[in-house]
């Protein structure tokens, strides 16, 4: 069963399309690898997603639901961390993940729950706009991950941390399906990363679909186009330089 | 829920120690200015708070009026400063409700204003001219009037503040606007209607609170806030197709 699907999802701005037509299926229960090279419309789609920015064409259903019109119930489901931490600067760690805490309705004790899990415990009393880059992205997963939602959407959740916290958020991703039976959709421009801990992956370019699947399918999908299925960021590499060159009509 | 969940947004922002400070200094200027010019208004004929009012209100209505402008460029430069605003879209929450809780924050500080103006006449009104019958009523009246006159500036700013994610665009917005009313001269602010500009309206004064002219600027007021709200609905309903 698919948790997100989309149909032919498309945004444009002005004479700029960032997504184009794009479907795609994300099973539940998953680790969703979203992949591509910077500006390739990671973002705008999981923009779109949490109704952030509207689709210029297309819909997308979330466990089921549809948006715009139960815009309320998707984001009650799901979890998120867009681009760069998010947070009020002039509010501690905990007063932050409280206000959170409080629009969801949750119990006093997930705060404590949420800074546990993205390793945040001993600075939870410090003032937001102190904290380090590292712990900035630290407390936005933990704003996300607050309330343990069945669907979280993180975009390069490991930009800004050192390679021990790569190694944990990682880590921690990878055992959320497992642990909390939620479907997780993250981005990154890394293939080697991605290789790590996602399940499927789907590479987008240029806004365009180029690939989806498990990553199995991948290797079989490289080692048939002739390339080395034992790297995968070549492949990816492979993959993105052929569709680059294909827009601009060499191929 | 959510007007208290506003009000914590502001710990740290020195949000009210500055509508404290600006409602005291606003109250001491008809003190002040009873203390050391007291023959300049004693022994006159009009009612003493037309007096106090003729003498003070301008000074004071500026001041009302520029903390109204930074307090809403403070209230939504916490959302912009480190995109805790889009942490917010994000959540299960009208974003409709933080402008009507903002909003109602607002109004408040201008209510705490208001109440710490009339507490400034009301002594002057004690202190210099003893107790004249029915001056408490005119007191609320007036004061009650220069609150609602002050409403639609309130929304106004707060409508700019969201929509500017730098607030010093907001900041200027409002000071221009704010600068507009004052350089230009009250009777050509008549002549030209500018007087219900949502900057100018908190200047106007009052000396027949229920008379024809009070309740119409009462309406115009109530109009300017149903007109900015409606903006304001209606820029939260489109935004999202130009991010």
Known sequence: ????????????????????????????????????????????????????????????????????????????EIGSF????????????????????????????????????????QHKKRLAR????????????????????????????TNGLDPVGIHEIRTLIRSLPEKYNCTVLVSSHLLSEVELMAD???????????????????????????????????????????DNERSEGKI | MSIAMECRKLKRTGFLPAVLGVGLLSAMIPVVNMAVRTELYVGRQEPPLQILMEANWQMMAMLNIFLIILAACVLY??????????????????????????????AAAAAILTVLESAGFAACIFKWFGLPEGCWLELAKNMGYSLAFTLPAVILMLAIGSACRNMWI??????????????????????SGLYMFPFALPFQLIWDADGPGALNLLYAAGAEVLIFVGAEALYLKVRRYFV
């Open chain 1, 200 to 242: 499927e992956v789907g590479i987008l370019n240029h806004g365009r679909l180029l690939f989806e699947g498990p990553l199995e399918e991948l290797r079989r999908d490289a080692a048939s186009r002739g390339y080395t299925s034992d790297n995968l960021e070549e492949t990816f590499l492979r993959m993105i330089e052929e």
């Open chain 1, 130 to 157: 102190k904290y380090s880059l590292g712990m900035k992205q630290r407390l936005g997963l933990a704003g996300a991950l607050i309330g343990r939602p069945p669907i979280l959407i993180l975009d390069e959740p």
């Open chain 2, 170 to 191: 907001s900041l200027g917005i409002g000071v221009a606007g704010l600068f507009v009313v004052i350089i230009i001269p009250p009777d050509m602010l008549a002549k």
């Open chain 1, 1 to 76: 069963m698919n948790v997100i699907e989309t149909y032919n999802l498309t945004k444009r701005y002005k004479d700029f399309t960032a997504v184009s037509n794009l479907s795609l299926s994300i099973p539940k229960g998953t680790v969703y690898g979203f992949l591509g090279p910077n500006g390739a419309g990671k973002s705008t789609t999981m923009k779109m997603l949490l109704g952030l920015t509207r689709q210029t064409e297309g819909e997308f259903m979330v466990d089921g639901k549809t948006y715009p019109k139960e815009r309320m119930q998707i984001l009650k």
């Open chain 2, 77 to 106: 430069h916490t959302e912009f400063a480190d995109n805790a605003v889009q942490k917010m879209d994000t959540l299960p929450l009208n974003p409709g409700s933080i402008f009507i809780s903002k909003a109602i924050i607002l």
């Open chain 1, 82 to 121: 867009i681009e760069a931490p998010a947070f009020y600067g002039n509010l501690s760690g905990e007063e932050n993940l409280d206000i959170i805490r409080r629009i969801l309705g949750l119990p006093r004790s997930s705060v404590d729950d949420a800074f546990e899990l993205a390793g945040l415990t």
